[in-house]
């Protein structure tokens, strides 16, 4: 591919993105998008590029990824939209493609309306500028913009399925902090793993953008091995608060309103600082050991006892779920995992859920108080009584978590089960007591009707105040005393 106008060209022309991103609000965008392409800066652009990167000098060649670690409405989505425009327009891919092929800029966020928030900013582009309108190849559609070049800029959804196929010219991934694939424990990295090698076919760019949330996932691991003086020349890493990169009165006033509110949320979402108040519940490698390979179920066995536990769901995003086990000694162990699907009428799922119950010769479940009497009337009316749990979610989380630690809990190899687990958080909260719950867009079905029914047949753990039980945030052994505390306070 060869650049057929520098990136300063291109910002400062008024007939291409110098009207998109125009005047000095937007100067931190021109000054990263500049730097970013191995363009040299102006003494005043560079103390610009020092504060944003911790870098003295901008690179001396091109980066192959730019990572921007942004305050919400900091103009992250439009600047690089103007990125992924460039690479798409003002290109050339002439030789690239085989005969009939086309090539692919994907704009990929956790949902589609997400990611179409930037496909508007590039259809905008592509429609008001005149130089840009001119490789419009036919009328844009809702996901698609078709260019007489052969490329087409493709709204998806954040699937490391969908990113095999045409060959990627350069990729957007939109607010990777709050990705969440259901089936996999690093969603974030299995995407990136399935774009890299792509974008390399062409040598073209990855631009990853987010407000930052935990100090987990790729955007923190990432920004921690890469930011500053340190980092790899190949990889350009800024971070920066809302109103360094977007200076706006009204803007201020809402920023300082919210740093009223809730000051650790804000210092996320507009001071660009991950939160200190999060951390995972549980590591995938502790969900491993408890998880035999390849066993979905057990069937029933006779002489054996059953409970369950269910988590309905009357709308929305949610699943309605169901949990059978039973116990073996100190140990709990799972028999069955049923889901009924977002969209399932309430009455079905109990229908579904009844009939299981009867074939594992379950007469009660237990569940919590979702829609007040409904359910303890409709499971009864299938021959199956519902008692209300006395544990709250993050109780059952928080008597579960020791249970996975100690391998006293007996899994069943259910992909969404290991996910939502592994993808729950622990939050502090500013009196200190922890709940746990799963991130923001994620969900927890499985893994609350799993909690519920193993805690339920596992008791409370039976240890000395000295057992080691799990690890602390650090990876050190942490005993059963130390633990308590901690879930306490």
Not at 296 to 312: H, N, P
Not at 365 to 375: K, L, S
Not at 382 to 395: C, T
């Amino acid at each position: 591919m060869k650049r057929m106008i520098s990136m300063r060209e291109a910002l400062e022309d008024p007939n291409l993105f110098g009207s998109v991103l125009p005047g000095e609000t937007w100067q931190a965008w021109r000054v990263v998008l500049i730097a970013s392409q191995g363009e040299p800066l102006t003494p005043e652009e560079r103390e610009i590029y020092h504060l944003l990167s911790g870098r003295e000098r901008e690179p001396a060649t091109p980066c192959k990824e730019v990572w921007g670690v942004v305050g919400r409405r900091g103009g992250k989505t439009r600047a690089f939209a103007v990125a992924a425009a460039y690479f798409a327009g003002l290109v050339d891919y002439e030789g690239s493609f085989a005969p009939g092929q086309r090539g692919r800029l994907p704009v990929m966020a956790a949902a589609r309306d997400t990611a179409r928030e930037a496909f508007n900013y590039l259809n905008g582009i592509f429609e008001e500028v005149p130089m840009l309108n001119a490789l419009l190849d036919g009328e844009p559609t809702a996901e698609v913009i078709r260019l007489v070049n052969r490329v087409d800029i493709q709204v998806m959804t954040a699937n490391f399925r969908t990113t095999r196929g045409p060959t990627p010219v350069a990729a957007v991934c939109d607010e990777i902090a709050f990705w969440s694939i259901e089936g996999s424990s690093n969603p974030d990295r299995e995407i990136l793993r399935a774009l890299r090698p792509g974008l390399a076919t062409l040598g073209g760019p990855l631009f990853v953008l987010s407000s930052p949330y935990a100090r987990k996932g790729e955007l923190y691991r990432v920004y921690r091995k890469d930011f500053g003086p340190g980092g790899s020349t190949r990889r350009l890493v800024i971070q920066a608060p809302t109103l360094t990169m977007h200076k706006s009165e009204t803007l201020a006033a809402e920023i300082a309103e919210a740093y009223e509110d809730d000051p650790e949320a804000a210092r996320a979402e507009y001071g660009a600082q991950f939160r200190e108040d999060l951390q995972d519940f549980v590591s995938p490698e502790t969900v491993e050991r408890c998880t035999p390979t390849g066993l979905a179920e057990r069937g029933r066995i006779g002489s054996l006892q059953y409970q369950a536990f269910v988590d309905m769901a009357g709308g929305g995003a949610d699943s309605a779920t169901l949990a059978i086990g039973h116990r073996e000694g100190d140990r709990a162990v799972l028999d069955a995992v049923r889901e009924m699907p977002a969209g399932t009428s309430p009455e079905a799922s109990v229908v579904e859920f009844a009939a299981t119950c009867k074939a594992y010769g379950v007469s009660s479940v237990r569940g919590d108080r979702y829609a007040g009497e409904w359910p303890r009337e409709r499971f009864r009316a299938h021959g199956v009584s519902y008692e209300v749990s006395e544990k709250s979610k993050s109780d059952l989380y928080r008597d579960f978590l020791p249970m996975l630690n100690s391998g006293r809990a007996d899994m069943l190899d259910v992909p969404k089960l290991k996910a939502q687990l592994v993808g729950l958080e622990r939050r502090t909260a500013r009196g200190g007591r922890d709940s746990i719950d799963h991130a923001p867009g994620g969900h927890d079905d499985v893994a609350n009707a799993v909690a519920g029914c193993l805690v339920g047949l596992g008791g409370r753990p039976k240890y000395g105040m000295l057992d080691v039980v799990g690890t602390d945030e650090n990876g050190n052994p942490e005993t059963y005393a130390a633990w308590r505390t901690r879930m306490l306070t």
